[in-house]
C-alpha cells in the first residue's frame, strides 16, 4: 500500500529566505509523486510532479521539488520564499495506472515579515 | 465552468441528520473523485466515478456514504445520520480522465461540514 509521510506539521520562514518541505514515501513500485498547494479558501492547485526522467522537476511559482529514490524522498524547495507563498502544502503518491492519489497530513506553511 | 464548484461551502448539522454536498466538475471531465481532510490529516480518498458508474468506492467510511452522479455532470454526496467524526472538509476533484499518472485533478474549494 502506498503512504505519504510530510514530517513537519508547521513550518515558519522569514520571507526571501528558502525554502525546503520534506516528503516521505512508501511504495514498492516507481512512485508518481505530486506536490499540490491549498491556500485559504482555494481548492488544492498542482504545483509539481514527478513520474520519470530528471530527477530535479520544476513547477509553478519558482518550485522545484527533487526525487531521491534512495531516501523514498521528494521534498519541496523554493529558493526565495513570498509572503503569498503562506498556504498548506501537500505530498501525494499514485501508482502506475491508478485512479486515486494517497496524500499527505500537509505541512503549513507561515511566512514572516 | 471554470472550475471545479462545490456547494454548500459551510454547512453545520445536528448528529442524527443527513446531509448533501454537491460537486460541479469542470465542463469535459469524466472523471470525479471525492476525498475527506478531517482536522490536521491528509486527504482521504472516498470514491471515485468515471462517467456515472464508480468503479472504486473503497474508501467510502460507512453504509452511511453514499454518492452519486448524473452523467458526467454533478455530483452529490450524501451523508445519512450524521456522526460528530463526520466533521470535516468534503474536496471534490475533477480530471479528464481517470488516470492519476497523465490527466490532472483540479480541486474545487470543498465543503466545510460540522456536525453538532
Known amino acids: 500500500a502506498q503512504s505519504v509521510t510530510q514530517p513537519d506539521i508547521h513550518i515558519t520562514v522569514s520571507e526571501g529566505a528558502s525554502l525546503e518541505l520534506r516528503c516521505n514515501y512508501s511504495?514498492?513500485?516507481?512512485?508518481?509523486l505530486f506536490w499540490y498547494v491549498q491556500s485559504p479558501g482555494q481548492g488544492l492547485q498542482l504545483l509539481l510532479k514527478?513520474?520519470?526522467?530528471?530527477?530535479l522537476v520544476q513547477g509553478i511559482k519558482g518550485f522545484e521539488a527533487e526525487f531521491k529514490r534512495s531516501q523514498s524522498s521528494f521534498n519541496l524547495r523554493k529558493p526565495s520564499v513570498h509572503w503569498s507563498d503562506a498556504a498548506e502544502y501537500f505530498c501525494?503518491?499514485?501508482?502506475?495506472?491508478?485512479?486515486?492519489?494517497?496524500f499527505g497530513a500537509g505541512t503549513i506553511l507561515r511566512v514572516k515579515s | 465552468g471554470a472550475g471545479v464548484s462545490q456547494s454548500p461551502s459551510n454547512k453545520v448539522t445536528e448528529k442524527g441528520k443527513d446531509v448533501e454536498l454537491r460537486c460541479d466538475p469542470i465542463s469535459g471531465h469524466t472523471a470525479l473523485y471525492w476525498y475527506r481532510q478531517r482536522l490536521g490529516q491528509g486527504l482521504e480518498f472516498l470514491i471515485y466515478?468515471?462517467?456515472?458508474?464508480?468503479?472504486?468506492k473503497s474508501g467510502l467510511p460507512s453504509d452511511r456514504f453514499s454518492a452519486e452522479r448524473t452523467g458526467e455532470s454533478v455530483s452529490t454526496l450524501t451523508i445519512q445520520r450524521t456522526q460528530q467524526e463526520d466533521s470535516a472538509v468534503y474536496l471534490c476533484?475533477?480530471?479528464?480522465?481517470?488516470?492519476?499518472?497523465?490527466?490532472?485533478?483540479?480541486f474545487g474549494p470543498g465543503t466545510r461540514l460540522t456536525v453538532l
Open positions: 511504495y514498492g513500485a516507481t512512485p508518481y
Open positions: 514527478y513520474f520519470s526522467g530528471d530527477t
Open positions: 501525494a503518491v499514485g501508482a502506475e495506472y491508478g485512479n486515486k492519489l494517497v
Open positions: 476533484a475533477s480530471s479528464f480522465r481517470p488516470m492519476v499518472t497523465t490527466d490532472t485533478q483540479y
Open positions: 466515478f468515471q462517467g456515472n458508474s464508480a468503479p472504486d
